[in-house]
């Protein structure tokens, strides 16, 4: 579980990748949880 392991976010930050444990921005839920209400 260090560098070399791609599914945790050290492992992703080494290898360049993206995905659930390192996504492409930190979302901010509140703002997320609002933003479906207005779609709604």
Do not use: C
């Not at 392991?5 to 509140?30: C, F, L, M």
């Amino acid at each position: 579980m260090g560098k070399g392991d791609r599914k945790t976010k050290k492992g992703k930050i080494t290898k360049g990748s993206y995905g659930n444990s390192r996504p492409h921005k930190e979302v901010n839920k509140a703002a997320q949880k609002a933003k479906k209400e207005v779609a709604q």
